[in-house]
């Protein structure tokens, strides 16, 4: 197996290479890691290399062949994705789904090498659903074999876990995604992968303006945090109005940026060689550097974790929001009244 085109993830590659090569690849595997790292690329490419028709091992996947080609176009009947239903507003992979999934398996493949089964997320198999599934992920027909795609594995029943052969994704380096970015033609890709986490998709989906958005909600953030009490206040009743699910999406954004923030200025208190995020902002992370470290740090965080479980117990959103950012303006040390000038 080759691994063209592919990023980072250069020991598991090699690893699940290897086994493919000798027909040696674990029955169930069970890929970990933060969304957009590379999970379902990487079965992808399993499932293309496992079935590539051309005659050099070490060429496959070729993308060119009958197989390649079917596969990379999503019609390959043995090559079967399980998602959650789009109509169930619960998010979950019906149990009727697996049960025809494991009815599925021990058909006659319908040409390919091996089918695959991916289950696309796995945590999305609620307990009857994961039960169903059991036997047969732990002897599956031959030439049949399942890749389970989870962020969070341990949300799964340790009678999965157990079955499976785990495959822990990290982050890709920051390099590499720089590298990756650049060579597609991306331009600002250093910006870009300092947001991204070492995950090719996260770094993707910023490469369409939402990066350019994201600042912008950052620095009205900062604005808001480093301003008069009256602009907070108005920002947070804008920023809680709506219906309920709408604004907890883009309060948690919010909170999500001022993680960052409060995370960047540790960073760089630390002496910590981890990256930056913010780092088109320098001045504003020396700043809450400078006035959070190391109580404020503390204090701020512990205000992120109390409106997070606030807003759970379904206490007024205006209200605990507020509370987070008066903290953290606080903590800023931003005087209560500021003159106007
Ligand atoms: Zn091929």
Sequence with gaps: MHTNGLIGHSALLARMGSAIDADTLHHALL??????????????????????????????????????????????PDIV??????????????????REVVRQAGYHRFGARRRFIIIDPAEAMAGPAANALLKTLEEPPDGTGFILLATNANALLPTIISRCQRVRFGPVPSEALITWLTDKGIENAQDIASVAFGCP????????????????????????????????????????????????LKAERVFELLEELIRDAAVSQSGSTSPLVNTDRPEVVARWAEALWPDGIVQC?????????????????????????????????????????
């Design 301 to 341: 965080q512990a205000a992120l974790t109390d409106v997070r479980l606030d807003l759970n117990r379904m206490v007024s959103g205006k209200t605990a929001v507020d509370a987070l950012l008066c903290t953290v303006r606080e903590q800023l040390g931003v005087p209560e009244a500021l003159a106007t000038s």
């Design 201 to 248: 998709g996260v770094a993707m989906d910023m490469t369409d303006g939402a990066l350019a958005t994201r600042r912008e909600t950052r620095d009205a953030l900062i604005n808001v945090l480093h301003g008069d009490l009256d602009t907070l206040f108005k920002y947070t009743q804008k920023l809680c109005s709506g219906g309920r699910a709408a604004w907890r």
């Design 31 to 76: 890929f970990e890691g933060p969304p957009g790292v590379g999970k379902r690329t990487v079965a992808l490419h399993l499932a293309l290399a496992h079935n590539c028709l051309d005659d050099d091992v070490q060429a496959r996947p070729c993308t060119r062949c009958r197989s390649c080609t079917t596969i990379a176009s999503g019609n390959h």
């Design 81 to 98: 994705w399980v998602a959650p239903d789009a109509k169930q507003a619960s998010g979950s992979i019906p149990i009727a789904r697996i």
